[in-house]
């Protein structure tokens, strides 16, 4: 079985991240920029499928700009056979939405003859948690996202989720599309062998207009502005004052 | 214009909260009709929320689970009568809206937290850091909604209730089991007081302490995704960027540092409060009232006094 998995090169999460003085967007030039850590998730469970004799190839598929290429080549460090770079934007700023995306992976999907997807749960950068949901619905496959535990059993995958009231287990036959939560497992490091290594392992090159996907937003950005801030309050110095603070306030 | 709300179910009854607040968003766009993919019983619920114009149950066992795919196919079927499709942001419909929206190739729009027209949005980016102003060109939006920011719709509705035939069964996946954590405390997304614990707490015989707490206030518990991970508490109590958002009266941190991830979830809080034994802990900028302690020694003198 070929594994498909889509890595997206966002932000790092421990950047803070800067909203720009006009109102267009948040600013990244010049910062940090890393695979979406839901993502490493993902890889991490196509490998360990491989791995387990589960599955035979893993390719990674990014869509965006071309500096995604350094991410496909760290899910290649990490353990991934192939990687494809679907440009799509020129500018960093330029965030594919996840029905385009969706739609390139669909088309990448049935040139490849995939039988497996596993993605993130959701991109930190635009907090959408769509894009394998839209996928399962364009390629008419079953879905089991927030996973928590994959099991591959025949032609089916068993599939523990994680739900507003505590986990849920679901059996979704294959092909299917999963989405990786934190819990799924801890993605490994890439060794510097590895990342040499990684080096020479094929990575192709595409546009979206291979897969006849139109890219036009559905979603005009109006602007973009911070958040209502907080400021720090005041410290207390016991217990005691701290009670005396909310009693005051009526909030207890 | 016309607005298709899908109803929170879970465990075979109506979500009231989740719901009604889901409501009071889909009164800003237009004429509300609930969607129960569950039992009757659940439809009268919905009847009366104030300002719900129509019920229309699907009672099948084939939506007894909230399974994506047929939920999916029965909202697809009804969907040509509405130009919004909406729901309240939980984990059941963050998987199911998107799957419509694509079914209808339209762009889905995840944790909506204001309505500025029928087709412009506001929703949080970047781990709420940045606030987007999105407009949709689509004809049909599809978007969930923040249940942290939308005050629940009353009670006094009496809306007419319609069953609607289910759907053709799509046979992709199945249900196994639910393991669901039954507690008697309130529950974390509705609750006035939110006690939360981190990785300060240690071990999971520590986390008594929090639930210790929480009792003694009426409180929920919730949890840092430090705190999670560890095992100290289950995934459903986690707070932030992906775990649930919340906005209680009061919110009290107990050894959570504070990293964005989690104030994405809890930073609109009414009032907070801090206790951490590093005076450095980020969590402290955002606090209204901090204490500097060791956890051991204040939350069992807290929990003693209150
Ligand atoms: C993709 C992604 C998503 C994430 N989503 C979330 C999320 O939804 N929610 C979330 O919470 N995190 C999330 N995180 C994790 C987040 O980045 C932090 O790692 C996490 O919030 C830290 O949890 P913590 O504050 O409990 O632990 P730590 O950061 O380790 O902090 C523990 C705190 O306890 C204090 N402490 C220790 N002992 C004591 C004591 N005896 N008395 C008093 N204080 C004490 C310490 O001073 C410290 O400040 C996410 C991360 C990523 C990468
Ligand atoms: N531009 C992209 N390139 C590759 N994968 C993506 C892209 N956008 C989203 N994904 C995948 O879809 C998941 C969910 O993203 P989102 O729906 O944007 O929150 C991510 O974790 C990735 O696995």
Do not use: C
């Amino acid at each position: 079985m070929k594994v498909l998995v889509p890595v997206k090169r966002v932000i790092d999460y421990n950047v803070k991240v800067r909203v720009k003085a006009d109102g267009s967007g948040v600013d990244l030039a010049n910062v940090k920029m890393s695979m979406n850590p839901f993502d490493e998730i993902a890889v991490e469970e196509a490998i360990r499928l491989k791995e387990a004799g589960k599955a035979d190839e893993i390719v990674v598929v990014s869509v965006g700009v071309k500096q995604a290429q350094e991410t496909l080549r760290t899910a290649l460090a990490m353990g991934a056979d192939r990687a494809i770079l679907v440009v799509a934007a020129d500018d960093v700023h330029q965030d594919i939405e996840p029905l385009a995306v969706a739609k390139i992976l669909k088309g990448v999907i049935d040139a490849e003859d995939a039988g497996l997807v596993i993605a993130g749960k959701q991109a930190i950068d635009n907090d959408m948690n769509a894009t394998g949901q839209m996928l399962a619905a364009l390629t008419g496959w079953g879905q089991a996202t927030f996973a928590s535990e994959v099991e591959i059993d025949g032609d089916a995958a068993k599939v523990t989720r994680e739900v507003d009231g505590g986990l849920q287990t679901i059996s979704v036959k294959l092909p299917a599309i999963i989405t990786a939560d934190l819990r799924l497992n801890e993605p490994r490091y890439a060794s510097l062998p590895n990342i040499m290594k990684a080096k020479k392992k094929p990575l192709e090159e595409k546009t979206a207009a291979d897969y006849g996907v139109d890219t036009t937003p559905r979603l005009e950005v109006v602007k973009t502005t911070e958040p209502a801030s907080r400021t720090a309050g005041e410290m207390v110095e016991s217990v005691d004052a701290l009670i005396a603070k909310l009693k005051e306030k009526g909030a207890i | 214009m016309a607005v298709l709300l899908l109803a929170e179910v879970s465990g075979g009854a109506l979500a009231l909260d989740a719901t009604a607040k889901a409501v009071t968003a889909g009164k800003a766009l237009g004429d509300v009709t609930v969607l129960v993919a569950g039992p009757s019983a659940a439809g009268d619920e919905a009847a009366k929320i104030d300002g719900v114009s129509k019920v229309l149950v699907a009672d099948d066992a084939l939506y007894a689970n909230g399974l994506a795919e047929p939920v999916s196919d029965l909202i697809v079927s009804l969907a040509g009568d509405y130009e919004h499709i909406i729901a309240p942001s939980t984990a059941s419909a963050k998987n199911i809206l998107p799957r419509v929206a694509a079914l209808l190739d339209v762009m889905v729009l995840s944790d909506v937290t204001a309505i500025v027209d029928g087709a412009t949005f506001e929703r949080p980016i970047y781990a709420g850091n940045a606030i987007q102003t999105v407009k949709s060109s689509d004809a049909k939006k599809v978007l969930t909604v923040r249940t942290s920011t939308f005050d629940a719709a009353g009670e006094g509705g009496s809306a007419a209730v319609d069953t609607v035939a289910a759907a053709a069964d799509p046979a992709l996946s199945s249900h196994v089991e639910d393991k669901v954590a039954a507690s008697d405390r309130p529950e974390l997304t509705s609750a006035g007081i939110i006690v939360s614990g981190g990785r300060g707490l240690g071990s999971e015989e520590n986390f008594a302490l929090i639930e210790g707490l929480a009792d003694k206030l009426n409180a929920a518990v919730g949890a840092s995704r430090a705190a999670v991970d560890s095992g100290y508490a289950p995934n459903d109590l986690q707070v932030g960027q992906t775990g649930k958002v919340v906005a209680p009266d009061l919110y009290i941190a107990v050894g959570i540092s504070g990293a964005i991830q989690h104030l994405a979830g809890m930073k609109d809080s009414k009032i907070i409060v801090a206790i951490n034994k590093d005076e450095e802990a980020p969590i402290f900028q955002v606090a209204d009232y901090g204490l500097v302690a060791d956890l051991f020694d204040a939350i069992p003198e807290l929990t003693e006094k209150l």
